[in-house]
């Protein structure tokens, strides 16, 4: 079943750590987001893919970095964790008609 | 630039009663509009959208361009209406970011 996945859902981490938040998608879709969202508030882009090879920042400044090899695929990376990064991350592609579908979430809580 | 405004972070009904949650729009051009809705714990989706003109679960929205409103309105609210709701805008031809409004947390009372 077409889809779009995402892990860990949960991530609690130290101060200073490395991590890597994974996005992937079976639904054929060239267009790629990522999002930041505190639970019950507004969503903030900050990065975003319309293909292979193609990565922007969104609207939002971010700290993270994100890569594009595959098309099924949109790793976020922080290179160095930190409280203020504590919030929900949300993976989401682009269908035909401009409709976006979400992933399940990462809750990325950094101590 | 684009914008989407939500007045109301909050609303909260009656089972039974109708419900109306406002989207207002900023955009010179034709939109693309649509509502998304969080349930409680579960995944952001895609509730309807003004090009197909469906109703999703009772839910109907109606593009008045003239008044640059996108409203969600359904006629009997039930309980598990209850969820986060996100109006949102793509400007459509090669710009393909949504904007999205601040969302209306509904709760709908038994």
């Known amino acids: 079943e077409a889809d779009i996945y995402q892990t860990p859902r949960y991530l609690v981490i130290g101060t200073g750590k490395k991590i890597t938040l994974e996005c992937s998608q079976t639904?054929?879709?060239?267009?790629m987001y990522w999002y930041q969202q505190d639970p019950g508030m507004e969503l903030h882009l900050i990065h975003y893919s319309y293909g292979v090879n193609s990565t922007e920042k969104g609207d939002l400044s971010s700290e993270s970095t994100v890569s594009r090899i595959r098309t099924e695929h949109f790793p976020l990376t922080l290179e160095s964790a930190r409280p203020s990064h504590t919030s929900q991350y949300l993976c989401?592609?682009?269908?035909?008609?401009?409709?976006?579908?979400f992933g399940p979430g990462t809750r990325l809580t950094v101590t | 630039a684009q914008r989407v405004t939500q007045p109301e972070k909050l609303l909260s009904v009656f089972k039974g009663a109708p419900v109306e949650l406002k989207c207002n729009y900023s955009y010179s051009g034709s939109p693309e509009l649509f509502w998304y809705v969080q349930y409680s714990r579960q995944r952001l989706q895609l509730l309807l959208r003004h090009i197909s003109r469906e109703s999703i679960k009772g839910f109907t929205a109606d593009l008045n361009k003239g008044e640059t409103s996108f409203h969600l309105k359904k006629p009997f609210a039930q309980e598990e209406d209850s969820a986060m709701y996100y109006c949102?805008?793509?400007?459509?031809?090669?710009?393909?970011?949504?904007?999205f409004g601040k969302g209306t947390l509904l709760t709908v009372n038994p």
């Open positions: 949102a805008l793509s400007s459509g031809g090669s710009n393909y970011k949504l904007t």
């Open positions: 989401a592609s682009m269908g035909l008609s401009y409709e976006q579908y």
């Open positions: 639904m054929g879709h060239d267009k």
